[in-house]
């Protein structure tokens, strides 16, 4: 079992939709990155959150220390959205531990 | 511009061949990382340098090798040791406070 599973794998919606991705971890940590892959490879840190939630235009990050889960929601989804979300954890050591991503498709 | 580049964008070489790529960056960041990025799966921690002239093995070190002879610069050098190298390779650093993680626009190898 990964250190990091994120759900769905592969997310599809139509525009304007509210979109969420879920990611749950199994090892101790001190900070959960966000990041967003768009189809070039290029990757841009969108969130790091330790505790609580963050917003960011239309992003919102969430994150219960105690389940061991975190959230990435879109509102207002648009087509410009598509790309993969990446979580990953940092745990010992100061190495981010990531998951495989999630493919989010946002058609007009 | 603050930020890190990757050069070559794509790479293509022959099996048997060695391979370096470059990786600089002007953030002043005293960490760097390379990752490896295959279809499906999450990046996988290849080396990391958290300062000068002083690096440690990630999770799939072996085929690969790194030097770190100056703050802004960390080269990967892919080895024909490494049985399987084609695979998009990503630089990365960070802030000391790990607030973000900045990454370069990777390179993706091509080994014939």
């Known amino acids: 079992k990964n250190e990091v599973e994120q759900s769905p794998q592969n997310l599809t919606a139509q525009e304007g939709e509210f979109i969420t991705i879920n990611c749950s971890y199994s090892?101790?940590?001190?900070?959960l990155h966000w990041l967003q892959q768009h189809p070039g490879g290029g990757i841009v840190s969108l969130f790091m959150l330790s505790s609580g939630k963050k917003k960011h235009g239309r992003l919102i990050a969430t994150i219960n220390i105690q389940e061991k889960h975190s959230s990435l929601h879109i509102t207002a989804s648009h087509p410009r959205d598509s790309a993969v979300y990446i979580c990953a954890v940092l745990g010992g050591a100061q190495k981010l531990v990531f998951g495989q991503g999630t493919r989010l498709t946002i058609n007009p | 511009d603050g930020g890190i580049t990757q050069s070559p964008k794509y790479l293509f070489r022959k099996e048997g061949q060695n391979v370096t790529l470059s990786c600089e960056q002007n953030?002043?960041?005293?960490?760097m990382y390379w990752y490896r990025q295959d279809p499906g799966q999450g990046l996988r921690l290849i080396y990391y340098?958290?300062?000068?002239?002083?690096?440690q093995k990630g999770d799939i070190a072996e085929g690969y090798s790194v030097s770190r002879e100056k703050k802004e610069s960390f080269p990967l050098t892919v080895t024909s040791a490494q049985k399987n190298p084609t695979a998009f390779y990503l630089c990365?650093?960070?802030?000391?406070?790990?607030?973000?993680?900045?990454f370069g626009p990777g390179t993706r190898l091509t080994v014939l």
């Open positions: 340098s958290q300062i000068v002239n002083d690096f």
């Open positions: 953030l002043n960041h005293d960490a």
């Open positions: 990365a650093s960070s802030d000391p406070g790990w607030d973000t993680q900045y």
């Open positions: 090892v101790g940590i001190s900070a």
